[in-house]
């Protein structure tokens, strides 16, 4: 499978595309910068030039499948996080429609389900991801959105606590590696189509908390 990588050279991007790579997909690593290509063929992925804030449709060309996981990162204004979290999110979708790509990953966050849940600062990020995945779930992709809690660097363990249809407001947080490996699985399981998941740090094998959605 042809899975394009929007956010290849993030923190989950970075390590989803050596993933998907080893899993036997052939990665394409969509990146802002041709600065970033060496590192993008480095972890076993094709290289292409987008920018969510100008150009990234044709990026996307040829690919079966496209994983979001673009953020404008916390050190932005929110004017970033409304043009790339929300505004290039749902160009992302409308260019998939155009091309016929079908099955669509959304990396969003814990908390989109109900923004009005959630209060002070972080509002309006939760609120951009809220709209981010309502365009989604109305297009005709196959979608999956995972929403993982608070991200850490540590080693993965490759397993998580996955709560379908539900939003926990509490819980351990979650490697980027594990959100990476879970991407991976639920491309590779279609039940997954269809569903929203919170993820939190646990003790189930990643695939096996995947196949919670069958």
Not at 79 to 98: F, H, N, Q, S, Y
Not at 126 to 134: T, Y
Request: glycine share 12%; aromatic share 4%.
């Amino acid at each position: 499978m042809n899975v394009a990588v929007i956010g290849a050279n993030g923190g989950i991007g970075r390590r989803l595309l050596p993933r998907l790579d080893q899993a036997g997909h052939d990665p394409i690593g969509v990146v802002r910068s041709d600065e970033q290509f060496d590192a993008i063929r480095e972890r076993g992925g094709e290289p292409r030039l987008g920018d969510l804030e100008e150009e990234v449709a044709p990026a996307l060309e040829g690919a079966d499948a496209v994983v979001f996981t673009a953020g404008a990162g916390g050190s932005t204004g929110w004017d970033k996080t409304i043009l790339v979290d929300l505004w290039g999110a749902e160009r992302a979708v409308t260019a998939c429609a155009e091309f016929g790509i079908d099955r669509f990953v959304m990396v969003s966050s814990r908390g989109a389900g109900d923004p009005e849940s959630r209060q002070g600062p972080i509002k309006p990020y939760i609120v951009a991801k809220h709209v981010a995945d309502r365009s989604l779930q109305r297009s005709p992709l196959e979608e999956t959105i995972l929403r993982p809690t608070r991200l850490t660097d540590e080693e993965g363990t490759g397993r998580v606590a996955a709560h379908f249809g539900t939003d926990p407001e509490t819980g351990p947080p979650i490697p980027r590696d594990d959100v990476a490996q879970a991407v991976v699985a639920c491309l590779e399981n279609k039940d997954t189509v269809g569903h929203a998941v919170t993820l939190y740090g646990g003790d189930t094998p990643i695939e096996e908390a995947m196949q919670e959605a069958s």
